[in-house]
């Protein structure tokens, strides 16, 4: 009898759980473990800048980067090599933008499910509003970078998951459009959030990228299933960008060490952000960032007296962009170094050091304080510019007035006139290591002439394929081809 | 004391008939004397032992029974007739009469119907192991032992009849004396981090081992059991006169492989080539035979600078080189280390207490400097016989050791750093180039000397470990024992390591940050394993011919691992202390798993006659680790054997043919290690910043799979067993064929889940193949006396199937593509990698050869497997499996009067190994700073002078591709011991001892591999996958094996 009791109190304690992990069963039943499910899916923003730094900026013109052998991954970036379907940066954009749509998926359901143990209604409309302003989000980015990729709206199994095929482009705006258009109204303004809450989406940042996913989409249709269709929605995107600017909450800084004090790692939340992603250093788990190193030579960090980085060689900055840089912009010295000695060996070429403060260099090179901003107002009002000169309302004078405003305060003289190269030249050294060059190529229709000119001149290593349009998109990694054969199309030119 | 001495002279009186009996036992085979064997009086505690002579004499009725018992001889009873006995014993030491240690009990040898294989334990005391892994290699067909580390006291990884499981480890269950241990998987890196089953547990106190290959004698041990049981017997104490023995050696042990690099000159050789070019390449007008002033010039640098992209060192080329310093780092770091071990043991025991108690201290410095590794262990065994019916016993084994590793094996390790550390520095510097206060030499690398790291790194594994046992065994009736065990595992673990700043960073930064930049960290961990085991055996033989053997049982097993760990932050407050009390903030977390099994077990033998043997079990297991739906599963075997040369009609040749027995067997067994929580919904903390604070994110870590569950594996086995000439050759072959399914799979899934793979059991897995034991009495009889023991495996792996109908997996790639493939019919983890074939001539070139990125003449030619025209890593192809096809292992025996000597050699050949350490030191591309393979002397430098046809043109810009120029086959032939002995017992009275040995050991003495781009083709390191998913233990500077020398002296009292 005790035997048999013996065994069957042993039986229970089959039963084991987690003491060091939570489970799904014992969560989503109290209004913070929304907002915590809500955290998980901007967590999956931590590897954007470091993504658009990869895949961005080091696509474009702005950096000439194949000067390891071919050794580093960055380098077939730059050089258009065919075979990047296992390039650990496309890989990564891939992963990691579904992982965030899981979790917002994840959190969709949850509150159409429990969401009624959140009885604030204003903080689960926003919490909904975030969702699914992130999911939008990952999709824009997924969108520019492979073009035609599946859908998923829900949180699917395995195998539901291997039978879902890629969309058409149209179709991806269309589920971006209404994810926004539904989390504008529930999403608050800048003002509503405070302390732990400051830097969440706000109904500005979600009209921005409502604005810009409606400019891309008007960019050309190169004939290869890109995120540019040809449409004409400038008109919409212009009146999007006009509510962020109407609404008084942002504006440039200007003054003396204005454009430096947007990177300031002081000055966060300054009221050039409309959107960006966070980071704080010191913390345990880690959330710091790694984007400003990303570009820096080691020895760099060496010559200013700190310990390496991570091993990182120079990715220089290209001939082409030092040159584009008028006399006087200030922003020029602020964005690039230019060459330094270390222990008697000189490097002569430039790197990006936009990030960087030297005196804030963390003792771990993944937990670097400063965030990352996605989207300044600088960028809202030239993207107003850009609209207006694709035939949105407004005139010329607002375009120079936009233009001229930013030349400005980098130190630089009025210009009138300007035409949509003058704009994507000034965005090219406005915007410089923020990711935005490869975007703004293809997006202006400019990406095949100033590419395949610039690897004319540029290219005195011989390390870069000839450009195509069809490398406006990258290939749809190969562990994702491999997990459903036959389901997809890979990106033509791979 | 008087008293004593009266009673004791009146007993003698008393029994009047009592006389001296005097004797001689002597080897019936051979007739050579026997020392030390025991002599007792049946039912006395009176005793004595055989001296050098064989002679012994004691006290004794005619009557009364002696017992001569002997280590290697069957015990033999003999009634006193006379005053003088001859007596003869028989050699035990052909095996079939010998009892094996199975699951749960004891078997004879020759009633085995599964695949049992044991080691000869008798040298294990005379060899300078630290550990019991490390005497299993060579010794047992099937059973393969990777010398994975040199760094001494870790432990290595053993392999039973190949690998079946992809990502839940391949190790056997470890069973101490009745006691299943706790199973380790390996981790990514190929190290146990949070122990091994054998870590500490000394090899002299171990009686013997026995290693359950096929499922039918392992499946006793249910869903632990798929990749073989390992039992481990510990000495125990044997009735008679208590033994003192003292054990102990001192010796040395070294390097047993240099790494052939670059010598300096020819470093600067091959640096003046490629910076020569590289200046040549960089404009108009640049010559090669500019020198480094005209250069700055061009270059527009002042004085005191260097582009050293495209100057050299002009002292290079100086007479004497004057300020600079030739170094071979591998000569400054390696050394010979000092060995020692003392053991002292007591054991004997009487009627109703039996025991054996052991000390010892094991001292090991590594063969690199400020490695070494000291254990200290003790071990009771004690049984007590309270009443007929009653047996009571206590085994407990404290140990304690300390292995000081400043991290030497491993990516970006000393080890690695010191071998591609430029050959040529600062003098100023001596040995330690960017440490302290000496600067980086402006062209070698940024790593700080790596014999600066080697000395002032603190880093110490410190563990205490416990194993104990208790048991009561109560005999019901005559036959049938029930039996309880309590058994407890408890380690604790402690890390800790120490980097004082200035061994890191650069100078600029140790003179301004100092101790900001020191780091230190300490991480703990507690493994409590509690195991209860239940077991009724019932024992008879019924109507002369039927013997049975019965046996249920139930246990309970349960595992805690708690771990812990801190570190600094933002450095040290002081620079003189070590712990982390003045670390400028410290991080730390703990976390806890458990896991428990249940398990039901029962198993039947039968044989009639002696003749026709039969066996079957079953097991039912039930742990927490499965998921909802699967919690229990069956583990069922049965197996046949026929003793073929029992039968009468063998009965005219069993003179020749002593021994016949065929044997088959079929069982199921599983592997569950497949994490603690693996089936369940976890979440995990994807943590975000907002407004500059820490929140907490979280989400599912992972796709739910409540149907998760063990490993299966069907392992089919025939065998037959010989015996020829009264067993002076026995001789057994196995052929099995264990297939393992419901493989746990992390099986790639379509990322658009949010996940890279999901768990299941998916896949499947054959390991064939079939082994060869023979042992032989060549020459006996006479003074001199051979044997010889030979063991041959072979195993061929194939991969059966993976999930939802894929064909292939590319294992990922921490470093570049992958060069690991799972792909369905070929063996797991086959190299996938482009071929080398040659250089590329410019005839090559102009003919169209296909060329991997901007490839030139000089630069290495591929194989352009597709036939597309360009080499990319759509040509890799699969050239080589990491696992020998066939592993042997031979030991001879001689003995000349006193002396003995023993030779161990043991090898494989079949296996390739895929050197990722090639990556930092043969590279295509490779910079100046690093130095690279002495292969790259002879490499191409123009089409006149084209060099050995391997290593192109080190000016090559092309970058790199996966393929064959790191790939080496894993084939190796090893002497691994050889120890001379001589019996000093012949030359001492026997009243000060009664035993004395003096011996030699060289381990690892001599030997041969392949691998020349790397010390050891076991080794493993670093998880190249750098996936947690598919870890791939692999090599990237991993220490040689070492090699050891000792001088051993071995009393008895």
């Known amino acids: 009898m005790g035997f048999a009791l013996t065994l069957l109190s042993c039986e229970n304690e089959l039963d084991q759980q987690p003491i060091s992990d939570p489970t799904a069963e014992t969560f989503y039943a109290i209004p913070n473990d929304f907002i915590q499910g809500v955290n998980a899916v901007y967590s999956a923003l931590r590897g954007y800048p470091d993504r658009q730094l990869n895949l961005s900026e080091t696509r474009s013109d702005n950096l000439y980067a194949v000067s390891d052998g071919g050794v580093r991954d960055w380098e077939g970036i730059n050089g258009f090599h065919r075979t990047l379907m296992s390039n650990p940066y496309v890989a990564e954009a891939w992963l990691n933008d579904y992982s965030g749509i899981n979790r917002a998926n994840v959190v969709l359901e949850q509150l159409a499910e429990h969401g009624d143990v959140v009885t604030d209604t204003e903080l689960r409309g926003r919490l909904e509003g975030e969702a699914r302003f992130l999911r939008a989000f990952f999709y824009f980015d997924l969108l520019r970078w492979y073009g035609r990729v599946p859908i998923v709206d829900h949180v699917v199994t395995a195998a539901e998951a291997a039978a879902i095929p890629q969309s058409p482009i149209g179709d991806i705006y269309n589920f971006i459009v209404a994810d926004l258009q539904a989390a504008i109204p529930v999403l608050p303004a800048k003002s509503a959030y405070a302390g732990v809450d400051q830097g969440r989406v706000t109904n500005a940042a979600a009209r921005t990228l409502l604005a810009l996913a409606y400019m891309t989409q008007s960019g050309p249709d190169y004939g290869i299933n890109g995120p540019g269709m040809g449409a004409n929605n400038w008109q919409q995107a212009a009146d999007l960008l006009d509510e962020v600017i109407n609404s008084g909450a942002y504006q440039m800084l200007q003054g003396n060490n204005a454009y430096a004090s947007i990177f300031s790692y002081d000055n966060e939340y300054n009221s050039e952000v409309v959107f960006d992603v966070q980071y704080t250093t010191g913390q345990n788990p880690v959330a710091g960032g790694t984007f400003p190193w990303l570009l820096v030579p080691d020895t760099w960090f060496n010559a200013n007296g700190h310990p390496n980085q991570g091993g990182l060689t120079i990715r220089p900055v290209s001939n082409d962009l030092l040159n584009a840089y008028e006399s006087g912009d200030i922003r020029k010295d602020f964005t690039i170094q230019t060459g330094y000695v270390f222990n008697g060996v000189a490097e002569p070429r430039s790197f990006f050091k936009k990030y960087v403060d030297l005196s804030r260099v963390p003792s771990n090179r993944e937990d670097w304080p400063i965030n990352f901003i996605v989207w300044r107002y600088t960028d809202v009002l030239m993207l107003k510019a850009e609209c207006i000169l694709h035939g949105a309302s407004g005139s010329q004078q607002q375009i120079d007035d936009i233009v001229n405003q930013v030349r400005v305060r980098a130190g630089l003289t009025p210009v009138a006139n300007i035409d949509l190269a003058r704009l994507m030249d000034e965005r090219r050294k406005e915007f410089a290591a923020e990711g935005s060059r490869w975007h703004d190529l293809i997006r202006s229709g400019l990406v095949e002439e100033v590419m395949t000119t610039w690897i004319e001149n540029e290219d005195s290593l011989n390390g870069i394929q000839p450009f195509q349009l069809n490398y406006t998109l990258y290939p749809i990694p190969q562990a994702e081809l491999d997990a459903k054969p036959g389901i997809y199309t890979q990106n033509a030119g791979y | ?1053």
């Open chain 2, 1 to 1053: 004391m008087k008293l004593l001495f009266f009673l004791s002279l009146s007993l003698g009186n008393v029994s009047a008939q009592e006389t001296a009996i005097k004797g001689k036992v002597i080897d019936s085979h051979n007739s050579n004397a026997l020392p030390g064997v025991s002599v007792l009086i049946k039912g006395k505690t009176t005793g004595t032992t055989t001296d050098t002579t064989g002679s012994f004499s004691i006290q004794a009725r005619r009557g009364e029974t002696l017992i001569l018992s002997y280590v290697g001889y069957k015990s033999k009873e003999v009634v006193v007739t006379g005053s003088t006995l001859h007596i003869e014993l028989e050699s035990d030491s052909q095996g079939l009469e010998e009892v094996v240690v199975v699951g749960y009990g004891q078997q004879r040898r020759a009633d085995v119907t599964g695949a049992v294989t044991s080691m000869n334990t008798e040298k294990l005391a005379e060899r300078p192991l630290p550990r019991v892994d490390q005497a299993l290699v060579g010794q047992m067909a099937g059973v393969r032992v990777k010398q994975t580390t040199g760094n001494p006291g870790q432990g290595l990884s053993v392999q039973v009849r190949g690998v079946g499981s992809i990502s839940a480890g391949n190790e056997p269950l470890y069973v101490l004396d009745g006691f299943p241990l706790s199973g380790a998987t390996p981790n990514a890196n190929g190290g146990y981090s949070s122990g091994n089953p054998l870590d500490n547990i000394n090899p002299n106190d171990i009686e013997s081992i026995q290693v359950l290959k096929d499922a039918s004698s392992a499946a006793i041990y249910g869903s632990r059991a798929a990749n073989g049981v390992v039992i481990i017997t510990t000495k125990k104490g044997k009735t008679g006169k208590p033994a003192i023995n003292l054990n102990t050696y001192v010796g040395y042990n070294e390097r047993s492989k240099k790494l052939d690099m670059l010598s300096a000159d020819e470093w600067i050789d091959r640096a003046v080539e490629m910076i020569n070019a590289q200046w040549v390449n960089s404009g108009e007008g640049r010559t090669a035979a500019q020198s480094s002033a005209e250069r700055r010039q061009i270059l527009g640098l002042s004085d005191d600078e260097v582009d050293t992209r495209y100057m050299y060192d002009d002292r290079w080329l100086q007479a004497g080189h004057p300020g600079l310093n030739f170094i071979d780092w591998q000569d400054e770091a390696f050394r010979k280390g000092l060995i020692q071990n003392y053991q002292l043991s007591a054991s004997g025991g009487a009627d109703a207490v039996k025991y054996y108690i052991s000390g010892n201290y094991n001292g090991q410095q590594g063969m690199i400097k400020e490695q070494d590794f000291t254990s200290y262990s003790a071990r009771a065994n004690v049984e007590v016989k309270a009443n007929k019916r009653l047996t009571f016993g206590l085994n407990v084994t404290p140990t304690y050791s300390i292995n000081n590793d400043p991290g030497v094996e491993g990516k970006d390790n000393i080890l690695h750093q010191l071998v591609s550390m430029s050959p040529v520095q600062e003098a100023s510097s001596g040995l330690y180039p960017n440490v302290g206060d000496n600067p980086q030499y402006q062209w070698s690398t940024s790593t700080n000397s790596p014999i600066g790291k080697l000395e002032q790194t603190l880093a110490a594994t410190k563990r205490f470990r416990t194993v104990g046992s208790i048991f009561a065994q109560y005999q019901i009736l005559d036959g049938l024992n029930f039996k309880t065990t309590l058994n407890l595992d408890h380690n604790d673990n402690t890390f800790k390591r120490y980097i004082p700043f200035t061994i890191t960073g650069s100078l600029p930064n140790r003179q301004s940050d100092l101790t900001k930049r020191t780091s230190g960290t300490y991480s703990t961990f507690r493994r409590q394993t509690l195991v209860n085991e239940n077991t009724l055996t019932y024992n008879k033989t019924l109507a002369e011919n039927h013997s049975i053997s019965a046996l249920l049982g139930f246990s309970y097993n349960s595992d805690k691992l708690d771990n812990a760990t801190m570190s600094s932050q933002n450095g040290y407050g002081s620079s003189t202390i070590t712990t982390l009390n003045y670390a400028l903030g410290v991080t730390g977390n703990t976390t806890e798993t458990k896991n428990v099994l249940l398990s039901y077990f029962g198993r039947l033998q039968y044989a009639y006659k002696d003749k026709y043997l039969l066996s079957a079990s079953a097991r039912r297991d039930g742990s927490s680790r499965f998921g909802a739906n699967t919690k229990w599963g069956w583990f069922p075997s049965a197996s046949i054997g026929w003793r073929v040369s029992q039968e009468d009609f063998m009965q005219n040749i069993s003179g020749t043919l002593s021994e016949l027995k065929l044997r088959a067997s079929w069982g199921k067994s599983g592997n569950y290690n497949i994490g603690d929580y693996s089936s369940l919904a976890l979440l995990g903390n994807y943590a975000y910043s907002l407004g500059g604070q820490l929140v907490t994110g979280l989400a599912p870590s992972g796709i739910y799979n409540p149907d998760l569950t063990w490993e299966k594996s069907d392992t089919y086995d025939v065998g037959v067993d010989f015996g020829f000439w009264n067993n002076r050759i026995t001789a057994t072959i196995d052929y099995y064929n264990r297939k393992s399914t419901g493989l746990l799979l992390n099986v790639p899934v379509s990322q658009i889940t949010g996940f890279v793979s999901s768990l299941d059991n998916a896949g499947s897995v054959r390991n064939q193949g079939w082994e060869f034991e023979i042992n032989s009495q060549n020459i006996t009889g006479g003074a001199f006396n051979w044997s010889t023991s030979f063991n041959f495996s072979h195993n061929s792996n194939k991969l059966l199937s993976l999930a939802n109908g894929q064909s292939q997996l590319l294992i990922p790639s921490s470093f570049d593509i992958s060069h690991s493939i799972l792909r369905v019919g070929e063996p797991m983890y086959s190299i996938y990698v482009v071929r080398q074939d040659g250089i590329l001539s410019q005839e090559d070139i102009d003919n169209g050869a296909a060329l991997y990125g901007n490839e030139t003449e000089g630069d290495p030619k591929y194989f352009d497997a597709n036939g597309d025209g360009v080499i990319d890593e759509n040509d890799r192809i699969i050239m080589g499996q990491p696992n020998p096809k066939y592993t042997w292992g031979i030991t001879n025996t001689f003995r000349y009067k006193g002396f003995d000597l023993s030779v161990l050699v043991q090898g494989q050949w079949g296996g390739s190994i895929y050197s990722l350490f090639g990556r930092a030191v043969n590279r295509t591309g490779t910079g100046i700073v690093d130095n690279v393979l002495g292969s790259w002397r002879d490499r191409w430098r123009s089409p006149e002078d084209p060099g050995a046809g391997k290593v192109g043109k080190a000016t090559g810009t092309f970058g790199r591709i996966k393929n064959t120029d790191w790939l080496y086959p894993s084939d190796y032939i090893r002497v691994r011991n050889i120890t001379l002995g001589y019996d000093l017992g012949r030359m001492i009275s026997k009243t000060v001892l009664s035993g004395a040995r003096i011996f030699v050991t060289a381990e690892n003495f001599f030997g041969h591999d392949k691998y020349d781009g790397g010390f050891n083709p076991e080794a493993t390191n670093t998880n190249l996958s750098g996936s947690t998913q598919f870890p791939e233990a692999g090599d990237y500077g991993g220490l040689p094996i070492p090699k050891s020398f000792i001088f051993g002296l071995n009393f008895t009292f």
